[in-house]
């Protein structure tokens, strides 16, 4: 068995927020609510739902860019919530993020050499010379030329600046990356290009990747084991590929069957459903889901289902599986 | 998908032919569409698949005369549709055709549709301006297509204003606007882009019943070969502002023929199955200033040769056309 070296217990993160006009009311957003998984030491595992899960707040609020609410994340056994700030800043070089539109996140004036070494800087990882060796070493490690210590962000492609996004989480030499929607905005050849180039660094330096994706080809593709979220809530954990091969969530069975496949003899099944999708900040009672699910009956109406282990690494919560 | 006992008439109903949409770029014209020709067959699906800036959005906007001025015009081409060529006709004689005859779809519907209007409004207007109806009637046809694109209690939201619906029901919206006046042809430029895959799916679906439901004509535009292979009955693939490969839809997933189309192909994640070998496209599609002489993709090409440094032309069987001098000849790659 690897050693887990992620571990989110019960996290739990509501907004609140402002809504309506011309009589504002407060709603609550109940954007994670108490979700647990592992993650092991060197796996890719993919957080997939569709917009408005709770994915990305996922992926923040375990290393605390947003604050969560409640629960618990454990990293190679450090309770992460408890750290103080000194204790957080030697975790976040453990800890990285890489984000969908790395362009918003670099400063539009600074020397793509300089956003590099800030880090290091930051962290105390070497001495000026190091540094500027490392940044050397990183642009080549991310198929960038030499001289794009020298360029402004302006100055490249979508695909070029996703690959500095990444050279500036690889930084500080981190075990974990969080990568929220990392090629979600890139053309196919481009797509396929940054996958190959995580999917590189996750064998030579044996990353961990926490892999938030709406498009579950790409998950499939990159990732050993994935949870599927729905409403804020973790509808069904399992090793790939077998959760696609045979999803057993209804929720997951219908993601699975409405993603379009490049094969025309292959159509895609749209669900018979045809009303409004509920969101997090109204969810439906008992099993969030039901609105939505062909196979819903009272009890699905009435109580959220308990999660089961059906196998070693797989569970689902769902009344049809239930014991 | 065409029927064997439908007579269908052999003109196409809408003929691009030989279009050329240029741009001015620091002082200079370039193409951003260049020589692009298709026909779309009654009742046919045609998608124009291609990455971003390969010109299909600017060929679907040059069809409906919404080409941006003064940055951008056509410059080359015809546009023959109900007999008469769009690119020659007058601001008048569009506004007749636009949203009535042929009408277009976008990415993102909040930004087409008017935030302060009632989406019952929204969809009633196309009616009283192209079919002179009166509120009252307007109203009530309105109300029915609104149901024809399933939205949930349609009567009770006909009054909702469009940020109090959700995305895919605002598509649907948009959709209804679109078919009011039974267009011809529907040119759908990225419509489920912006939708999650369970709202596309459906979206998807709706779109592929209610062509064969108006007996209308698509040209569906996206980057997304999976969506092409859910809903299109005939492909074209453009790059850098050209067309480099026609051919119908199991043709052309099964037997790719440009080096650029197999590439693509192969470069895409499955969720049915596991894809050992991801392919990747080296570089960058070229900038519209700086196109290559010869075969635009020829940079980029594992298969390029000498002959490659000139422009290759659209060529093949009828059924299947390649833009490529490798390919073009003999039986491809099998």
């Given at each position: 068995?690897?050693?887990?070296?992620?571990?989110?217990?019960?996290?739990?993160?509501?907004?609140?927020?402002?809504?309506?006009?011309?009589?504002?009311?407060?709603?609550?957003?109940?954007?994670?609510?108490?979700?647990?998984?592992?993650?092991?030491?060197?796996?890719?595992?993919?957080?997939?739902?569709?917009?408005?899960?709770?994915?990305?707040?996922?992926?923040?609020?375990?290393?605390?860019?947003?604050?969560?609410?409640?629960?618990?994340?454990?990293?190679?056994?450090?309770?992460?919530?408890?750290?103080?700030?000194?204790?957080?800043?030697?975790?976040?070089?453990?800890?990285?993020?890489?984000?969908q539109d790395p362009y918003a996140s670099l400063n539009p004036r600074r020397m793509i050499g300089k956003a590099l070494a800030e880090p290091m800087l930051v962290h105390g990882l070497g001495t000026p010379t190091e540094i500027e060796e490392r940044v050397e070493a990183l642009l080549a490690e991310v198929g960038l030329p030499p001289d794009s210590r020298w360029r402004f962000p302006h100055e490249f492609s979508g695909g070029q600046r996703q690959r500095i996004g990444i050279a500036r989480a690889l930084t500080v030499g981190p075990e974990l990356v969080v990568a929220d929607e990392p090629v979600s905005a890139l053309d196919v050849s481009i797509q396929s290009q940054i996958l190959l180039l995580l999917r590189g660094l996750q064998d030579k330096h044996g990353l961990s990747f926490i892999f938030i994706s709406h498009d579950l080809g790409v998950v499939r593709w990159f990732c050993q084991s994935i949870a599927v979220m729905y409403l804020g809530r973790?509808?069904?954990?399992?090793?790939?590929?077998?959760?696609?091969?045979e999803p057993l969530h209804p929720y997951t069975q219908m993601l699975r069957r409405s993603s379009p496949v490049p094969d025309p003899e292959i159509r895609i099944e749209p669900a018979r459903f045809g009303g409004e999708v509920p969101s997090a900040v109204n969810p439906p009672a008992g099993c969030h889901f039901h609105t939505r699910c062909p196979h819903a009956t009272d009890i699905c109406r009435q109580i959220y289902p308990a999660w089961r282990e059906v196998a070693p690494g797989r569970g689902v919560a769902c009344h049809l599986h239930g014991s | 998908m065409a029927t064997a006992f439908k007579v269908e008439p052999a003109e196409p109903v809408l003929s691009v032919q030989g279009l050329t949409t240029s741009f001015r770029v620091s002082g200079d014209w370039h193409a951003a569409v260049r020589d692009v020709s298709f026909d779309l067959a009654h009742n046919e699906t045609l998608a124009l698949v291609g990455e971003s800036g390969c010109g299909k959005s600017m060929t679907a906007l040059s069809i409906m005369g919404l080409v941006p001025k003064p940055a951008g015009r056509i410059t080359a081409g015809r546009i023959m549709f109900e007999g008469s060529d769009l690119v020659s006709l007058d601001r008048e004689a569009m506004r007749r055709?636009?949203?009535?005859?042929?009408?277009?779809?976008?990415?993102?519907?909040?930004?087409?549709?008017?935030?302060?209007?009632?989406?019952?409004?929204?969809?009633?207007?196309?009616?009283?301006?192209?079919?002179?109806?009166?509120?009252?009637?307007?109203?009530?046809?309105?109300?029915?297509?609104?149901?024809?694109?399933?939205?949930?209690?349609?009567?009770?939201?006909f009054k909702d204003y469009p940020h109090q619906f959700s995305g895919g029901m605002r598509q649907r919206v948009m959709i209804a606007i679109a078919l009011a006046c039974r267009p011809q042809v529907l040119l759908a430029d990225e419509p489920t882009t912006a939708l999650d895959v369970t709202i596309q799916a459906e979206v998807l679906a709706l779109l592929a019943?209610?062509?064969?439901?108006?007996?209308?004509?698509?040209?569906?535009?996206?980057?997304?070969?999976?969506?092409?292979?859910?809903?299109?009955?005939?492909?074209?693939?453009?790059?850098?502002?050209?067309?480099?490969?026609?051919?119908?839809?199991?043709e052309l997933f099964r037997r790719p023929r440009h080096p650029y189309t197999e590439?693509?192909?192969?470069?895409?994640?499955?969720?049915?199955?596991?894809?050992?070998?991801?392919?990747?496209?080296?570089?960058?599609?070229?900038?519209?200033?700086?196109?290559?002489?010869?075969?635009?993709?020829?940079?980029?090409?594992?298969?390029?040769?000498?002959?490659?440094?000139?422009?290759?032309?659209?060529?093949?069987?009828?059924?299947?056309?390649?833009?490529?001098?490798?390919?073009?000849?003999?039986?491809?790659?099998?």
């Open positions: 068995m690897a050693e887990i070296l992620l571990a989110v217990e019960r996290l739990k993160k509501f907004f609140t927020a402002k809504r309506g006009f011309p009589n504002p009311e407060t709603v609550t957003v109940r954007a994670l609510d108490e979700i647990s998984f592992m993650v092991k030491r060197g796996e890719a595992f993919g957080l997939v739902g569709e917009s408005g899960c709770g994915k990305s707040t996922a992926g923040r609020s375990i290393l605390r860019l947003v604050e969560p609410d409640s629960g618990r994340v454990t990293y190679a056994g450090e309770d992460i919530l408890a750290a103080d700030a000194a204790r957080m800043r030697v975790l976040r070089q453990k800890m990285q993020i890489v984000f973790i509808v069904e954990i399992g090793p790939i590929p077998g959760i696609f091969d | 055709i636009r949203g009535n005859r042929i009408s277009m779809i976008f990415q993102e519907p909040m930004t087409s549709l008017n935030p302060v209007l009632t989406v019952g409004f929204q969809v009633a207007e196309a009616l009283r301006y192209h079919r002179a109806m009166g509120g009252a009637e307007a109203d009530r046809a309105a109300l029915d297509l609104l149901e024809q694109v399933k939205i949930p209690s349609a009567a009770r939201r019943e209610l062509k064969q439901a108006y007996g209308m004509s698509m040209v569906f535009i996206t980057h997304n070969l999976g969506v092409v292979a859910a809903i299109a009955d005939r492909v074209a693939v453009m790059y850098a502002g050209e067309i480099v490969e026609v051919a119908a839809v199991r590439l693509l192909l192969r470069s895409i994640p499955r969720v049915d199955r596991h894809v050992s070998h991801l392919e990747t496209i080296e570089g960058q599609v070229p900038s519209i200033a700086a196109m290559p002489a010869g075969c635009r993709f020829a940079p980029r090409c594992p298969l390029r040769e000498a002959r490659c440094d000139a422009p290759p032309p659209l060529a093949g069987a009828a059924h299947h056309v390649v833009r490529c001098w490798v390919r073009s000849e003999g039986g491809g790659h099998g």
